[in-house]
């Protein structure tokens, strides 16, 4: 049945060119279209003839790719659609791996995903005799995609998307694969040969590299599913298991009542939301039935979009979807609801389980599959693509359904039946290869031999959107580095060999932005990557060093590694090498910075990320590089020569992808860590991903500790298998089935069996190793450094298997397995060892000092910042203390390596820099200590003194250039201001006098010396390690402890959690003072900030305002978001968080980044510095604002618990510090001696409490910040009224614009006098307080009398003053009689002959409790001025308040027309009060308003 291949008929799509005399189809400007690469075959196809053709070029522009199929059309008269799904009148396309007829999808999940084939892969299309029509794909028959296909038919192959070029080859009959061996058998990509047999093991012989070995394994099993030879569960239950077999019309579907915006199709198959881009919810769907027991429900994401955050959640429910109203989004159900959101669960719209599994559902791409199974014993599991995630709950109801939320990016899904499994076996291959890099790994060849010479190291094509390539792939650049600081990743366009060194030099760097390059490396091919915005994004086969730090899929694995990537220069060199051994290196200026990571799987692809400063990087050649040192892993790591840097491990023994919440598997499975490790101690516990064999040892290292907790590693075995175990807070919760270690305790089943075994867990330090092993007889052994500890515990039941469990508790916040993990002598297991005691005490007693990050560009600092070692150079060794010293505490470190070839020794001092402010100091560090100028520095220097680099002292102590490896150098500042030293434990004496007090260590690793380790430490007040950890159990500050203790215990409140900053935070911020302060240090955005702990309901939590910047508009903002901020990416601004976040931001507060209220307390771009803002959530989980401990009252209800704090620190606000200690509420009983000017104070008349306006204290001032007060003030001092009138404290010119006074949260009315009168705070006026004649009793006058207003003009103002009150005889425009202007004076005053005469009727003076009544302009005339800072024209008013002698006025109706009522609180009747006494009224304040 073989022929000839055919050829492409001449007609074709616009942009197709041919060639080859027709065989060969091109479609032109890939880059600029997708589509118009329609092609026919010249001539109707025959029966049972293939038609097939090559893919040639690929690009990586687009999405989608080849489409394939047939047509009834001619193509003589065919007018060409622009794509292959456009024809119509009898045409059937297989595009991606669906089958469509006339455009319309008739067949889902058919064949191989056409999306996924590369270049050189063979596609052919067959119409059988039968009528039949078949996929062909490198020769493999996909089976029947449709029949009823007409007898006359042309083939139809569409350049669409990716695909750019394809060539005809000729096609195979059906029966072309039982004897086809070479390539015509189509059955791998070109120049491969088919493999004779199937591999028996994934160490191939024949040189097939992984991907390659990994798509034959896929194959095989292909062919043997479809052959129905091999039945294989993905982590997916038996179709069949635990009920009746599936029948036709009982398939799992979609229900046919879904959420408003759903459209079904594909049979109620497939779901699709409209309308993605304007709505991302209303998109809910469940299943036309409840699920039965072990049944398994899946998906496959067919569509997302990028515009919403968040995506699809899947779960179960009780609802039957006859009858429930569907919500808008499923969470909202408040009943029988089980949901998988991102990656925690959710229970009736509440998180359960926070961190219920690595994987994301926000991450996942289209294509990949999510399912879930309730089973028989009512535990709840969900599957990504075919791998079971663990128990998510055990209490399912019995029936329930399956339910979809196409939420967000989410937009079309379809319901996955198990029989076909081609695109889940492809997406496991990748996610098994990022969990353990030993699935598909070559076997390396000794010295390489026989390996073709490499292609040339270059930048691959396909790169970051803000990206570009130049220099012929030399040389990558973000083309607009000022506009955006992300999108610039580049990878390597081959992968590297073993021992190949990758190293850019950067080009350029702009100042505009945080952060500088990234590199690293990835198992992704570039070819076929989807490029995050940044590297340290990706989720799977990816290490990165960012900053100082390596990042192993996202997630921080080496804190302190290197010199840190962020101080670079344009002219300095970066690189990245995978050893032989398959441990990582990174190389910064041709210095190796040691081993970054392990167990790295080869053939993987070298990364730079372009990242904010970093502009533009260049390729340099292998003439360029240094040599590879030999002994890298030597000297310069963490671990113990048995850890997996040594040697690579043989054992298959990982650690289990099921774990605690916050857990986290990395390296391959090989490595464990506790993430929020400063706010997280439990919730940590790993186990094996085998059961252990008899006299097998599982062993871990110790790889970091945090001294935050008591307590620390537990670690044993259990029974219970890693998919039945619902993983509690500790595993000594566990109550059956497992034995421990804790301590120096033995623990079986929660309970002690016996205590003081050989060994403290405890006291283990990093790189301290830890096994554990069961015995053939049954019994426990533990081994500390390789040394059996003796039996723990006998009668281990040898007929179960039992699981290593390890538990990062406490201070244990790290362990990898370590390579000595593997069978052992099994004699051990019969030895009687001796039980002994063999505690590994540390060798810092308390809690350890560390080196601060900031340092010299030589130096690199390891085992948790506790040894610094200068790995290059003399010099540039300077490196700090982390906190400042204390009275009489000695720091000491001893000296570690010598390098002979050098002359002088290290320095050793104290000074006054801030290690936090190195970084932005314009010429950083000098190059050695003498050099240090900038701040007061005292040092040693040999036997010589120095104070700023000036001899002050010489012959001092013992020459510290005599000193050798094994000494001891510390010093020490006495409470008499003396600096000492000490060497090898005896005091030197005083070195010099006159020590500042708060100072900081300095060392300068110079000349000789290379490496020094601390190995002095804090005293703990607390050494019972036997307590559970607690916050109350840190170190606390020099503050904290002599703060005074509380006069009675037992009255004393709990305190409340202590509140720090998280470690992740917006780019721009810089965190110090113990995280407790938070500083933007750069632009005016990426100033996110959030607390580490969750906010408790009830506590309030405050920060004050520390610094404002007047160069930049608006200020802060400040809310709580519903979500764990660990893994949050934070935005520009926090206005851009549109999921489970409320945002206060100026008045107004904001929900998902929509508003929802307006005008609520004050305006916070208006508060000044000092201004202390608090947060609270009440029980009824309603959120509260504070101001200055003030409660504005509800901002926003239903907040989800937990929340988190967040600050973002915009614009104006460059630094917020937490608030520890309590802030009063305020508006209540003043306490403050000048509040008011001494004259508003509280007063209890007839036993009601009056109320006070609260004067904020002098460094609250809002001048500083009002704009409209320094109006106002401006506008008086146009005035020309002399200084002798008014207050000098400028704290009591008092603003009551909107903003100030609902920023001290001032009442709008007050009571005062005797008896008590209500008056109306003056809002929208600015006061500026007056001077009281001092005859006056003014504690008698401003108590007893009341408070009233008097409206006037700007020509009265002065004459009153001089008056001193509102009396008969003054002029104003509230006087009975008009007055007229003085036409040379310029004032305004009485005419001649309206002087009152003896027994005339004295005037009358209006006054009113409210402005609203006295500040009509009828009363206080409006003038305009032209303002002198603005020249801008305004409007402007003046009045006055006084104090009022009670029963000296009378108060009657208005006399003037004024708005109906004008004050609501005043009755007509009291509105206008009326008095003719002299000395009845004292001027208080002068009252100013602006327009």
Same mark, same amino acid.
Request: charged share 20%; with cysteine.
């Given at each position: 049945?073989?022929?000839?291949?055919?050829?492409?008929?001449?007609?074709?799509?616009?942009?197709?060119?041919?060639?080859?005399?027709?065989?060969?189809?091109?479609?032109?400007?890939?880059?600029?279209?997708?589509?118009?690469?329609?092609?026919?075959?010249?001539?109707?196809?025959?029966?049972?003839?293939?038609?097939?053709?090559?893919?040639?070029?690929?690009?990586?522009?687009?999405?989608?790719?080849?489409?394939?199929?047939?047509?009834?059309?001619?193509?003589?008269?065919?007018?060409?659609?622009?794509?292959?799904?456009?024809?119509?009148?009898?045409?059937?396309?297989?595009?991606?791996?669906?089958?469509?007829?006339?455009?319309?999808?008739?067949?889902?999940?058919?064949?191989?995903?056409?999306?996924?084939?590369?270049?050189?892969?063979?596609?052919?299309?067959?119409?059988?005799?039968?009528? @039949?029509? +078949?996929?062909?794909?490198?020769?493999?028959?996909? !089976? *029947?995609?449709? /029949?009823?296909? =007409?007898? &006359?038919?042309?083939?139809?192959?569409?350049?669409?998307?990716?695909?750019?070029?394809?060539?005809?080859?000729?096609?195979?009959?059906?029966?072309?694969?039982?004897?086809?061996?070479?390539?015509?058998?189509?059955?791998?990509?070109?120049?491969?040969?088919?493999?004779?047999?199937?591999?028996?093991?994934?160490?191939?012989?024949?040189?097939?590299?992984?991907?390659?070995?990994?798509?034959?394994?896929?194959?095989?099993?292909?062919?043997?599913?479809?052959?129905?030879?091999?039945?294989?569960?993905?982590?997916?239950?038996?179709?069949?298991?635990?009920?009746?077999?599936?029948?036709?019309?009982?398939?799992?579907?979609?229900?046919?009542?879904?959420?408003?915006?759903?459209?079904?199709?594909?049979?109620?198959?497939?779901? @699709?939301? +409209?309308?993605?881009?304007?709505?991302?919810?209303? !998109? *809910?769907?469940? /299943?036309?039935? =409840?699920? &039965?027991?072990?049944?398994?429900?899946?998906?496959?994401?067919?569509?997302?979009?990028?515009?919403?955050?968040?995506?699809?959640?899947?779960?179960?429910?009780?609802?039957?979807?006859?009858?429930?109203?569907?919500?808008?989004?499923?969470?909202?159900?408040?009943?029988?609801?089980?949901?998988?959101?991102?990656?925690?669960?959710?229970?009736?719209?509440?998180?359960?389980?926070?961190?219920?599994?690595?994987?994301?559902?926000?991450?996942?791409?289209?294509?990949?599959?999510?399912?879930?199974?309730?089973?028989?014993?009512?535990?709840?599991?969900?599957?990504?693509?075919?791998?079971?995630?663990?128990?998510?709950?055990?209490?399912?109801?019995?029936?329930?359904?399956?339910?979809?939320?196409?939420?967000?990016?989410?937009?079309?899904?379809?319901?996955?039946?198990?029989?076909?499994?081609?695109?889940?076996?492809?997406?496991?291959?990748?996610?098994?290869?990022?969990?353990?890099?030993?699935?598909?790994?070559?076997?390396?060849?000794?010295?390489?031999?026989?390996?073709?010479?490499?292609?040339?190291?270059?930048?691959?094509?396909?790169?970051?959107?803000?990206?570009?390539?130049?220099?012929?792939?030399?040389?990558?650049?973000?083309?607009h580095a000022t506009d955006d600081f992300n999108h610039g990743v580049v990878l390597s366009n081959r992968a590297l060999r073993n021992n190949e060194v990758f190293q850019v030099r950067i080009d350029k760097m702009v100042d505009k932005w945080a952060g500088s390059i990234e590199i690293g490396v990835t198992t992704h091919n570039p070819t076929y990557l989807q490029l995050p915005s940044t590297m340290t994004n990706l989720r799977s086969g990816t290490w990165m060093m960012t900053g100082n730090g390596v990042m192993h899929n996202g997630t921080t694995i080496l804190d302190e590694y290197g010199h840190n990537l962020d101080r670079l220069k344009a002219g300095d060199t970066v690189g990245v090498v995978r050893k032989e051994d398959g441990t990582l290196h990174f190389f910064v200026n041709g210095v190796a910075q040691g081993p970054a990571a392990w167990n790295v799987p080869p053939n993987v692809y070298a990364v730079v990320d372009l990242y904010g400063q970093a502009a533009q990087a260049t390729i340099l050649d292998d003439t360029d590089l240094l040599p590879l040192p030999d002994d890298l892993s030597e000297g310069n790591h963490q671990l113990s020569p048995s850890s997996p840097s040594s040697t690579a491990s043989v054992s298959d023994l990982r650690f289990h992808q099921l774990h605690g919440a916050n857990a986290v598997i990395t390296n391959g499975g090989r490595t464990a860590l506790r993430q929020n490790c400063r706010s997280e101690f439990n919730d940590a516990i790993v186990i094996s991903n085998r059961a252990l064999r008899d006299g097998e040892l599982f062993e871990i290292v110790i790889q970091k500790m945090v001294d935050r907790w008591s307590g620390s590693i537990e670690a044993g075995v259990t029974a219970i298998r890693p998919e039945d175990l619902e993983f509690p807070n500790t595993m000594t919760d566990i109550d059956y089935d497992t034995w421990m270690l804790s301590g120096t305790a033995i623990m079986q089943d929660g309970n002690t069996m016996?205590?003081?075994?050989?060994?403290?867990?405890?006291?283990?330090?990093?790189?301290?190793?830890?096994?554990?092993?069961?015995?053939?007889?049954?019994?426990?052994?533990?081994?500390?450094?390789?040394?059996?500890?003796?039996?723990?515990?006998?009668?281990?039941?040898?007929?179960?298997?039992?699981?290593?469990?390890?538990?990062?508790?406490?201070?244990?916040?790290?362990?990898?397995?370590?390579?000595?993990?593997?069978?052992?002598?099994?004699?051990?297991?019969?030895?009687?060892?001796?039980?002994?005691?063999?505690?590994?005490?540390?060798?810092v007693p308390g809690v350890a000092h560390r080196f601060h990050s900031s340092c010299g560009k030589n130096v690199a600092f390891q085992d948790d910042g506790c040894r610094a070692v200068r790995v290059t150079g003399y010099s540039h060794g300077i490196v700090f203390s982390m906190k400042e010293l204390k009275a009489d505490e000695v720091f000491e470190v001893k000296i570690e390596e010598l390098d002979e070839k050098w002359s002088g020794s290290f320095h050793v001092g104290l000074t006054t820099l801030l290690p936090s402010e190195v970084p932005y100091a314009a010429t950083g560090l000098p190059a050695s200590l003498p050099e240090l100028h900038s701040k007061a520095t005292w040092l040693v220097a040999g036997s010589e003194v120095r104070r700023n680099g000036q001899l002050q002292k010489q012959n001092y102590g013992c020459s510290l250039e005599r000193l050798g490896v094994g000494n001891r150098v510390g010093v020490k500042r006495c409470a008499d201001d003396t600096m000492h030293i000490l060497v090898d434990g005896e005091d030197m004496g005083p070195a010099t006098t006159g020590v500042a007090k708060n100072v900081y260590v300095v060392l300068d690793l110079y000349g000789r010396v290379t490496a020094v380790s601390i190995v002095s430490s804090t005293v703990l007040e607390e050494s019972d390690g036997t307590k559970p950890p607690s916050v109350a159990s840190e170190t606390y500050s020099e503050e904290e402890e002599e703060e005074e203790p509380t006069p009675c215990e037992n009255e004393a409140p709990v305190p409340p959690a202590a509140m720090e900053f998280l470690e992740n935070?917006?780019?721009?911020?810089?965190?110090?003072?113990?995280?407790?302060?938070?500083?933007?240090?750069?632009?005016?955005?990426?100033?996110?900030?959030?607390?580490?702990?969750?906010?408790?309901?009830?506590?309030?939590?405050?920060?004050?305002?520390?610094?404002?910047?007047?160069?930049?508009?608006?200020?802060?903002?400040?809310?709580?978001?519903?979500?764990?901020?660990?893994?949050?990416?934070?935005?520009?601004?926090?206005?851009?968080?549109?999921?489970?976040?409320?945002?206060?931001?100026?008045?107004?507060?904001?929900?998902?980044?929509?508003?929802?209220?307006?005008?609520?307390?004050?305006?916070?771009?208006?508060?000044?510095?000092?201004?202390?803002?608090?947060?609270?959530?009440?029980?009824?989980?309603?959120?509260?604002?504070?101001?200055?401990?003030?409660?504005?009252?509800?901002?926003?209800?239903?907040?989800?618990?937990?929340?988190?704090?967040?600050?973002?620190?915009?614009?104006?606000?460059?630094?917020?510090?937490?608030?520890?200690?309590?802030?009063?509420?305020?508006?209540?009983?003043?306490?403050?001696?000048?509040?008011?000017?001494?004259?508003?104070?509280?007063?209890?008349?007839?036993?009601?409490?009056?109320?006070?306006?609260?004067?904020?204290?002098?460094?609250?001032?809002?001048?500083?910040?009002?704009?409209?007060?320094?109006?106002?003030?401006?506008?008086?001092?146009?005035?020309?009224?002399?200084?002798?009138?008014?207050?000098?404290?400028?704290?009591?010119?008092?603003?009551?614009?909107?903003?100030?006074?609902?920023?001290?949260?001032?009442?709008?009315?007050?009571?005062?006098?005797?008896?008590?009168?209500?008056?109306?705070?003056?809002?929208?006026?600015?006061?500026?307080?007056?001077?009281?004649?001092?005859?006056?009793?003014?504690?008698?006058?401003?108590?007893?009398?009341?408070?009233?207003?008097?409206?006037?003009?700007?020509?009265?103002?002065?004459?009153?003053?001089?008056?001193?009150?509102?009396g008969a005889g003054s002029t104003s425009i509230l006087s009975c009689r008009p007055a007229k202007a003085d036409p040379q004076g310029g004032g305004y005053h009485e005419p001649e002959n309206s002087s009152p005469g003896r027994g005339a009727e004295p005037h009358r003076v209006l006054l009113s409790p409210t402005l609203r009544y006295a500040g009509l302009e009828a009363f206080a005339t409006k003038v305009q001025f032209r303002d002198p800072k603005s020249q801008r024209q305004h409007g402007a008013q003046v009045a006055f308040q006084v104090c009022v002698r009670p029963g000296s006025y009378k108060p009657g109706p208005p006399s003037a027309g004024a708005p109906d009522p004008p004050d609501p609180r005043f009755s007509p009747a009291e509105l206008e009060w009326v008095t003719k006494e002299k000395g009845a009224t004292v001027l208080y304040g002068l009252l100013v308003r602006v327009e």
């Open positions: 049945m073989s022929g000839p291949g055919g050829a492409l008929h001449p007609r074709t799509g616009k942009l197709v060119t041919l060639s080859q005399g027709g065989r060969s189809a091109a479609r032109s400007q890939p880059g600029q279209e997708f589509n118009h690469g329609l092609v026919l075959s010249r001539e109707p196809l025959r029966p049972g003839r293939v038609f097939a053709v090559r893919i040639d070029r690929k690009v990586n522009s687009w999405s989608g790719s080849i489409e394939i199929g047939v047509t009834a059309l001619d193509p003589d008269h065919l007018d060409f659609p622009s794509s292959a799904t456009g024809l119509k009148g009898g045409s059937w396309i297989v595009s991606g791996c669906s089958v469509l007829r006339d455009g319309r999808s008739i067949l889902e999940e058919y064949g191989q995903d056409l999306d996924q084939l590369g270049e050189g892969d063979r596609v052919g299309i067959q119409r059988t005799a039968a009528g @039949e029509l +078949r996929l062909w794909v490198n020769g493999q028959d996909c !089976g *029947v995609a449709a /029949t009823g296909i =007409p007898p &006359r038919v042309w083939a139809v192959v569409d350049l669409y998307g990716k695909c750019t070029q394809v060539t005809v080859v000729p096609g195979e009959p059906e029966e072309a694969e039982d004897g086809a061996a070479g390539d015509e058998a189509l059955a791998l990509p070109r120049n491969q040969s088919r493999p004779d047999k199937f591999p028996n093991s994934l160490e191939s012989e024949n040189g097939l590299s992984s991907v390659e070995l990994s798509e034959v394994v896929s194959n095989a099993i292909l062919s043997a599913y479809n052959g129905s030879l091999l039945s294989v569960s993905l982590g997916s239950p038996p179709p069949g298991e635990g009920g009746a077999p599936l029948t036709s019309n009982d398939a799992l579907l979609f229900h046919e009542k879904c959420g408003t915006l759903i459209k079904l199709s594909n049979s109620n198959k497939t779901a @699709e939301r +409209r309308r993605p881009l304007d709505e991302f919810n209303n !998109g *809910v769907v469940m /299943t036309n039935r =409840p699920l &039965r027991d072990n049944e398994m429900f899946e998906i496959r994401i067919d569509k997302l979009v990028d515009k919403w955050s968040g995506s699809i959640e899947i779960g179960v429910t009780t609802h039957n979807p006859n009858s429930l109203e569907y919500p808008a989004t499923m969470t909202n159900l408040r009943s029988g609801t089980i949901m998988m959101s991102g990656c925690g669960i959710l229970t009736n719209g509440k998180g359960t389980r926070r961190e219920y599994c690595e994987f994301s559902l926000d991450e996942l791409q289209e294509g990949d599959h999510i399912g879930l199974t309730r089973k028989s014993n009512n535990a709840l599991h969900f599957y990504i693509n075919g791998i079971d995630q663990g128990v998510a709950t055990t209490l399912t109801p019995l029936v329930v359904y399956g339910v979809v939320d196409l939420y967000g990016m989410a937009v079309k899904v379809t319901i996955v039946h198990n029989h076909n499994h081609s695109d889940r076996l492809r997406r496991n291959n990748a996610i098994m290869r990022a969990l353990s890099p030993d699935v598909g790994r070559r076997a390396l060849e000794a010295g390489g031999v026989g390996e073709p010479e490499p292609e040339r190291l270059l930048f691959h094509a396909n790169c970051g959107q803000k990206a570009a390539i130049i220099n012929d792939g030399r040389t990558a650049l973000r083309p016996r205590n003081n075994y050989g060994c403290d867990l405890d006291s283990l330090t990093t790189g301290s190793r830890i096994g554990m092993m069961r015995t053939a007889k049954g019994d426990l052994h533990y081994f500390i450094n390789g040394v059996d500890q003796g039996v723990a515990c006998s009668g281990l039941p040898p007929a179960k298997e039992v699981y290593a469990v390890v538990d990062l508790y406490g201070q244990c916040v790290q362990v990898s397995i370590t390579s000595a993990t593997g069978p052992m002598d099994n004699s051990l297991s019969t030895s009687n060892v001796t039980e002994k005691s063999f505690p590994i005490h540390s060798p935070h917006g780019k721009n911020i810089l965190l110090s003072n113990g995280n407790l302060t938070a500083t933007r240090v750069a632009s005016y955005n990426q100033g996110i900030v959030v607390i580490a702990q969750p906010l408790p309901q009830g506590q309030l939590f405050q920060v004050q305002i520390d610094f404002l910047n007047p160069q930049w508009t608006s200020s802060l903002s400040l809310g709580v978001i519903g979500t764990s901020p660990e893994r949050l990416n934070f935005p520009a601004t926090a206005c851009s968080l549109k999921r489970s976040a409320w945002l206060l931001q100026r008045d107004s507060v904001f929900h998902n980044s929509l508003k929802i209220c307006e005008n609520y307390g004050p305006n916070l771009d208006t508060c000044p510095e000092g201004t202390v803002l608090g947060l609270l959530v009440d029980s009824s989980s309603c959120l509260h604002l504070y101001v200055n401990g003030m409660d504005q009252g509800v901002a926003a209800q239903d907040i989800p618990s937990p929340c988190y704090v967040l600050v973002d620190l915009y614009g104006q606000c460059e630094q917020v510090t937490i608030v520890t200690n309590d802030t009063p509420a305020l508006g209540g009983e003043s306490t403050d001696s000048h509040a008011q000017g001494d004259m508003e104070k509280a007063d209890m008349v007839d036993g009601i409490k009056e109320s006070v306006c609260w004067t904020p204290p002098v460094d609250m001032n809002t001048m500083k910040t009002c704009e409209y007060h320094a109006l106002c003030a401006r506008f008086k001092d146009l005035l020309l009224l002399p200084d002798d009138y008014f207050v000098e404290d400028p704290k009591f010119s008092l603003c009551y614009c909107e903003s100030c006074h609902k920023l001290r949260g001032d009442e709008a009315y007050y009571k005062r006098g005797d008896p008590p009168r209500d008056y109306a705070l003056p809002f929208g006026w600015c006061r500026f307080n007056l001077r009281v004649n001092p005859q006056l009793e003014v504690a008698i006058t401003c108590k007893k009398w009341h408070m009233a207003y008097h409206g006037t003009s700007v020509g009265a103002v002065r004459r009153m003053l001089d008056q001193g009150e509102l």
